[in-house]
Structures are given as structure tokens and as C-alpha cells.
């Protein structure tokens, strides 16, 4: 295809949502609760899925600690693979034990090759029925093979694969058996694909495009989410959830590195391909897809996710929307 040829996509800041007539008397009236188009919550086996928002399977996002703050808070959290098998089921333990029973379930994400299904058979020991499949390029045999595999042995897990940023990705890993696709390549905050590799998406129009999919599977928005605003444009665009990495990070809880500067706090968020982060769990440096950001540490994480429930509503609200299963067909982009 000639490059005068190519395709125009839309990205966050290219769109605004046109503000509706509004019935509703209070923003605290506002269901945030995860549902399909018709209404119906979202299950992990027979605990319901809470937020629409994930928190990344990241080591300067979630550990033990933060794992259950999000949990109890209403966001599912999935616990990073970049440790070895048994650490990573006795993080599971850990956060498990914590728990409120109302709690929203706690993902472990796995790889796709060869030692994944021994690492996932010992969490589903554990109790664990909530994997990611958690790999860059997730439009791929090997990641296909792995979501069916797992779907074959245990079909009451729920499993979420990717990353995929085209319909047909997102199909293909859907008709392989996952229950959620992350969708977002090359969009996120401390990833440099795009600039490696040349290959990406805006992750609006990717979500728009799996938006169009006629599986039941569950569309995780995933990658360059900034704001309230992103979000409320990615459930708009037809994201059934989100999935957030620098939102969720560097505050009062997070895990990582921290430095004083001048008096002020900061901590490291990385990319999980970052040349660092691969130092760190497997010794050695292959192509890096990913970089380390410091930022100023602000807020503890009760604040920063009230104040990313109350941006939600609000945004709601300018569509005159009650609850989020209203919105996709409700609201207008422009
Ligand atoms: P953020 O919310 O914009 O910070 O993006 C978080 C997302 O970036 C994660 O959920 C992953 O999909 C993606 N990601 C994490 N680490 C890397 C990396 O090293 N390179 C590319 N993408 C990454």
C-alpha cells in the first residue's frame, strides 16, 4: 500500500465527548460497576469483577501490598510474572489472606512459552482461577496456543490474553478462548515500541476497531491512558475495562525505587522490557522496549483512586449517563 493510502486514526487527543441533557440529581448516584451492554456484571468463577479497571501486571505498580489496596478498593489487580513460580504463589497467598470478601478478584499473569503451564498449574493450586496471558505481541500462535491450552485443562478460569492492537488480533485470541483481550500496542506511557520497532496503534483507535468484534470476549483498554478523561473516552469508544500502569503508580504505597531530589519524593516507574527491569529479572539485556520514568510522589492510593471513581462519574454525567452499560450507545464523539 502506498504511504498516500494509509489509514487516519484517531487518538485520545484528537476527540472530545459532545456534553448531553442530564436527569441526573447526584454524581454519587453513579453505577461504576463492571457490565456488559445489557447489564450483567462480569465474573471471575463466582467472584464479580467490581471497577472497570485493571492494575498492571508491572513490578513499580503491583506487589503484595498494592495488590490488596486495589483489590479491597475494587480494582482487580494482576500480580507481575517477573519472579520465579514460587514467589509469585506466595505473593498470591498473601494478597488472598488480606482480602475483604467483597474484594474484586486478583489476576497472576504468565507467560506463553514452554514453563507457563507449570507456573499456572502451581497458582491454580494455590486458589488462583484469574490469568494474563502477558506477552508484547500477543496476536501470535504461541500466546494463542497457551490461551486455549489453559481454557482446554481448566474452563472455569478466566483469562485474559494480549496485547493485540487490530480486530483480527483480538478475534483470533477471543476464538482461542480468552474471556478479556488487552488492547494497546505501542501506546504506553514507558513503552518505546513504537520508536524501536515502528509498529503501533493509537490505542483509541484500536479500541474502536475491536469495539466492532462479535465475540462476548471482554475488551481491556491498555496503554497511554493519562487521565479520567482517557477512560471515560475508552468505555465511550467501547472498552468494557481499563487497564492502568503510571495512573496506579509512584504514589505513597507503590513499589519501586524511591530518591529524594531537592526535598521532594520521587519513585521509578519502568516499562517491564526497560533495559533495568530485564537487569533485574533475568540478568541480562535483550532488545529494550521500554523506559524508566521518575516522577514526584504525591498522593497516597485511596486518594488517587477516589479521585479516579469521582472523574468517572463526572464524566458519565455529561452524557447523561447512570451507569456505564448506557454509555457506549449514549455518548458522542466529536
Ligand atoms: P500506562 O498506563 O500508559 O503507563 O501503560 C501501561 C501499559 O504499558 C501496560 O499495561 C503494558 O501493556 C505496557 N507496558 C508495560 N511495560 C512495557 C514496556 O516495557 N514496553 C512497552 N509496553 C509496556
Given at each position: 500500500m502506498a504511504f498516500y493510502e494509509t489509514r487516519t486514526c484517531l487518538c485520545f487527543d484528537d476527540v472530545l465527548l459532545t456534553p448531553k441533557y442530564s436527569e441526573i440529581?447526584?454524581?454519587?448516584?453513579?453505577n461504576l460497576t463492571a457490565t456488559d451492554v445489557m447489564g450483567r456484571p462480569f465474573f471471575c468463577n463466582d467472584k464479580k469483577f467490581s471497577l472497570p479497571i485493571f492494575a498492571s501486571p508491572m513490578d513499580t505498580v503491583v506487589d503484595e501490598k498494592t495488590a490488596a489496596i486495589f483489590s479491597n478498593a475494587g480494582i482487580s489487580p494482576i500480580l507481575h510474572r517477573y519472579c520465579t513460580a514460587e514467589q509469585q504463589v506466595v505473593s498470591y497467598k498473601n494478597v488472598i489472606n488480606q482480602l475483604h470478601a467483597s474484594a474484586a478478584p486478583v489476576g497472576a499473569a504468565i507467560g506463553a512459552g514452554e514453563f507457563s503451564l507449570n507456573r499456572m498449574i502451581d497458582l491454580y493450586d494455590a486458589g488462583c482461577r484469574f490469568f494474563c496471558v502477558d506477552v508484547?505481541?500477543?496476536?501470535?500462535k504461541m500466546s494463542m496456543l497457551a490461551v486455549s491450552t489453559i481454557k482446554h485443562l481448566y474452563p472455569e478460569c478466566f483469562i485474559m490474553a494480549g496485547n493485540v492492537a487490530t480486530l483480527e488480533g483480538f478475534d483470533a485470541l477471543a476464538n482461542a478462548g480468552a474471556d478479556a483481550v488487552r488492547v494497546g500496542i505501542?501506546?504506553?506511557?514507558?513503552?518505546?515500541t513504537r520508536i524501536v520497532t515502528g509498529h503501533g496503534t493509537p490505542t483509541l483507535q484500536s479500541i474502536i476497531d475491536c469495539?466492532?468484534?462479535?465475540?462476548d470476549a471482554i475488551l481491556v483498554a491498555d496503554g497511554g491512558i493519562r487521565s479520567t478523561g482517557d477512560m471515560v473516552k475508552s468505555y465511550a469508544a467501547g472498552a468494557d475495562f481499563v487497564m492502568l500502569g503510571s495512573m496506579l503508580?509512584?504514589?505513597?504505597?507503590?513499589p519501586g525505587e524511591e530518591k529524594i531530589v531537592d526535598g521532594v519524593k520521587y519513585k521509578n516507574y519502568r516499562g517491564m522490557a526497560s533495559a533495568s527491569a530485564q537487569k533485574d529479572w533475568r540478568g541480562k539485556v535483550s532488545v529494550t522496549e521500554g523506559v524508566d520514568s521518575w516522577r514526584p510522589v504525591t498522593n497516597s492510593l485511596g486518594d488517587a483512586i477516589a479521585t479516579i471513581t469521582a472523574g468517572i462519574r463526572s464524566g458519565l454525567s455529561y452524557s447523561g449517563c447512570e451507569k456505564l452499560s448506557d454509555f457506549y450507545a449514549n455518548s458522542e464523539f466529536i
Open positions: 440529581d447526584s454524581r454519587h448516584n453513579i508484547a505481541h500477543g496476536h501470535h505501542g501506546g504506553g506511557s514507558v513503552c518505546s469495539a466492532e468484534s462479535e465475540s503508580s509512584c504514589k505513597d504505597e507503590s
